[in-house]
């Protein structure tokens, strides 16, 4: 599966974006997730969804204010990202973990395909 991300952008504190990440080969029964890594940072997750879309997962610093999607018939994921904060900051990272269970889809070495990062910068 190869993935590539787009919708990042400079926006002040308190505004939106909405990531997107399309997926190209089978992404049946993957699940996929988003991830960011701020300067000097370690990666971190953000959100994942399941396959079927009915079950979703966020980091506590993200719960209330994104709101991760996906469209199978598109291939697409998207990463609605309301109520923005400086401390959002990174490069985020879509990524692809075929049958992963959700005790092991927030740890980024579960995930075999990442797209290549789109930088999203939250000015106070």
């Known amino acids: 599966v190869q993935l590539q991300a787009c919708g990042g952008g400079l926006v002040q504190a308190g505004g939106s974006l909405r990531l997107s990440c399309a997926a190209s080969g089978r992404t049946f029964s993957y699940i996929m997730g988003w991830f960011r890594q701020a300067p000097g940072k370690e990666r971190e997750f953000v959100a994942a969804i399941s396959w079927s879309g009915t079950s979703t997962y966020y980091t506590d610093s993200v719960k209330g204010r994104f709101t991760i999607s996906r469209d199978n018939a598109k291939n697409t994921v998207n990463l609605q990202m309301d109520s923005l904060q400086p401390e959002d900051t990174a490069v985020y990272y879509c990524?692809?973990?075929?049958?992963?269970?959700?005790?092991?889809?927030?740890?980024?070495?579960?995930?075999?395909?990442w797209g290549q990062g789109t930088l999203v910068t939250v000015s106070s």
């Open positions: 990524a692809a973990a075929y049958g992963l269970g959700s005790a092991r889809n927030k740890d980024p070495k579960w995930y075999d395909s």
